[in-house]
C-alpha cells in the first residue's frame, strides 16, 4: 500500500499564501489519482482539488477555484497544493488521499489518507 505524510501548513494572515506538500512512499505515485480534503473540527470532510494519475485533469471546489492550484510531480512521488489569498474559512485541517488510478471518482471515497497538515488563517 502506499503511505501518505502532509506537510507545509501553518499559521497565515487573510490573503496570505501556503505551500502544502504530500509525500508518498511504498509505491509509485503514478499508481494513484490524488485528492486534497479538509476538515474542521465538528464539520464533515470537505472536498478541495483533485488530479488525475497523469496530471491530465484537475477537480477545484468552487471554494477554492482560482486561489488553489494542484498539482504533482511523479518523478518525486509527490503531491502538492498551492494556496493563495487565503480566507479564515480556509481554516481546517487539510489531508491528502490517494486512490488507485482506475477509480475516477475523483470527489468520491479515497483509500489511502495522511495524517493532515493544520491550517490557521488569521483575521
Known amino acids: 500500500q502506499v503511505q501518505l505524510a502532509e506537510s507545509g501548513g501553518g499559521l497565515v494572515q487573510t490573503g496570505g499564501s501556503l505551500n502544502l506538500s504530500c509525500a508518498s512512499s511504498?509505491?509509485?505515485?503514478?499508481?494513484?489519482?490524488m485528492g486534497w480534503f479538509r476538515q474542521v473540527s465538528g464539520q464533515e470532510r470537505e472536498f478541495v482539488a483533485a488530479?488525475?494519475?497523469?496530471?491530465?485533469?484537475?477537480y477545484y471546489a468552487d471554494s477554492v477555484k482560482g486561489r488553489f492550484t494542484i498539482s504533482r510531480d511523479n518523478t518525486n512521488n509527490m503531491g502538492y497544493l498551492r494556496m493563495n489569498s487565503l480566507k479564515p474559512e480556509d481554516t481546517a485541517v487539510y489531508y491528502c488521499?490517494?486512490?488507485?488510478?482506475?477509480?475516477?471518482?475523483?470527489?468520491?471515497?479515497?483509500?489511502?489518507w495522511g495524517q493532515g497538515t493544520q491550517v490557521t488563517v488569521s483575521s
Open positions: 488521499a490517494a486512490k488507485y488510478y482506475r477509480d475516477r471518482d475523483f470527489k468520491g471515497k479515497y483509500d489511502y
Open positions: 488530479i488525475s494519475w497523469e496530471a491530465a485533469t484537475t
Open positions: 511504498g509505491r509509485p505515485f503514478s499508481d494513484y489519482n
